[in-house]
């Protein structure tokens, strides 16, 4: 039998030491208490702070529509589901919000998963394995890759948007069964994906599309219906190569996400996921908030009305604010505004700034974007007005007139 040496150190003892290390290289994360406030304000550790870092784009998360419709669910079939879907865990409430999506998306079928993590990191190694091929654009969401990984699949990255480069790779490659693997709102960058050109690939090489709308869901196309709704590919021009998956949490101001396709393919994933099958179905009582939010996404034009004109506002300000700035606003149609900055370190001091000054904008850093593209992750909301945009906007402008004036 093996026994521990007390003169080496047990892996166990490693931990601070590790620890330590990303502190050393400003990588590690801290954890904030949040209580919500009114409006788009949280309080943070006890400061009340303007926030632009959440993904409720329609305000939604809070609405009293959607927390009454959850007590009514938690009174009808409790707070828990007890099962997995395939034993007893699949309520009516669930089943009917399936029925609801599908409608909604303009699907054959959904299948409703209780995160989005979950859903892609299950459902891409259900479609393909060891001998297939995924392809998948350098800046997807890490379920997304995690789930390729976990697939055993050859995995076939190519750069970011580069539709040259994935039709090479698709014509280099000998497999048979070939999946693409796509955010459609990319999650750093608020960049759409080009659905149309991507679908054509696909039907070109006998490719599956699976699009990760976890971004666009609520937001995008008629209704809010989201990315294929938003380039016309559902309904009645809904393609059989395409599965659709959205989060339930960020728009939709709930939790949970579903995939939606035709009703081969979301059978075989009901069938095969392991995330799904290996899991307790998620609660009704969520189930019943989400049909509510259904409601609200569908007929509160006015949310999406109000976000697009916000988000004009943040750009028109910036671009005029930040004339002559070396920071630079990406080129984003969505609420997701990235401000690049450029170093780690000047991504944070900005933040601090802001923070000093009332505002909470997330640093994203490196190794989450790419080296030298450090920046602020703005988060548009239906939830912020006009004099929340006017806010952010004055603060990065004299932020930005003060690091010009350090560095000259
Ligand atoms: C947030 C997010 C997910 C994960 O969804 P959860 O429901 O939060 O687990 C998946 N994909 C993308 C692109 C996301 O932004």
Not at 291 to 309: F, N, P, V
Request: hydrophobic share 45%.
């Amino acid at each position: 039998m093996a026994s521990i040496d007390p003169l080496t150190n047990s892996w166990l003892d490693e931990f601070p030491a590790r620890i330590a290390q990303l502190d050393r290289a400003h990588l590690r994360r801290k954890r904030r208490v949040v209580v919500p406030q009114d409006g788009a304000y949280l309080q943070v550790d006890g400061q009340r702070l303007l926030a632009f870092c959440s993904n409720d784009y329609l305000g939604l998360a809070r609405h009293p529509a959607l927390v009454q419709a959850a007590c009514d669910g938690a009174r009808a079939f409790g707070v828990g589901s007890a099962a997995s879907p395939l034993v007893s865990g699949h309520s009516a409430a669930n089943e009917a919000l399936e029925q609801a999506l599908a409608r909604f998306t303009g699907q054959a079928r959904a299948l409703y998963f209780y995160a989005g993590y979950a859903t892609n990191a299950g459902i891409v190694p259900a479609l393909v394995g060891k001998g297939d091929a995924l392809f998948s654009d350098a800046l997807n969401h890490a379920c997304l890759i995690d789930g390729a990984r976990l697939s055993g699949a050859q995995i076939h990255r190519y750069p970011h948007a580069d539709l040259a480069a994935l039709e090479q790779a698709l014509i280099s490659s000998p497999a048979r069964r070939k999946l693409v693997i796509s955010d459609a709102v990319f999650s750093m960058d608020g960049d759409v994906a080009d659905v149309p050109a991507l679908l054509a690939l696909c039907e070109r090489h006998d490719a599956l599309l699976l699009l990760d709308d976890a971004h666009g869901f609520g937001v995008l196309g008629p209704q809010g219906r989201g990315c294929l709704a938003h380039f016309g590919l559902s309904g009645k021009n809904a393609s059989p190569r395409v599965l659709y998956m959205a989060t339930l949490g960020k728009a939709a101001g709930v939790a949970g996400a579903f995939v939606a396709g035709s009703e081969a393919l979301v059978e075989w994933l009901m069938q095969k996921t392991r995330s799904y099958v290996f899991a307790t179905a998620a609660p009704a009582m969520l189930a019943t908030a989400l049909q509510a939010s259904l409601q609200l996404i569908e007929q509160d034009e006015w949310r999406r009305g109000h976000l697009q004109r916000l988000i004009a506002r943040l750009r028109q300000g910036l671009f005029q604010g930040l004339q002559g700035s070396s920071w630079r606003l990406g080129d984003s149609p969505t609420a997701i505004q990235p401000l690049v900055i450029g170093s780690s370190d000047a991504a944070l001091a900005v933040m601090d700034g802001l923070r000093a000054r009332g505002i909470w904008v997330p640093a994203i850093r490196p190794p989450t974007v790419p080296e030298g593209t450090a920046r602020l992750r703005i988060a548009l909301s239906a939830a912020h007005t006009d004099a929340d945009i006017d806010q952010l906007v004055q603060a990065l402008t004299e932020m930005s007139q003060l690091h010009a004036t350090h560095h000259t």
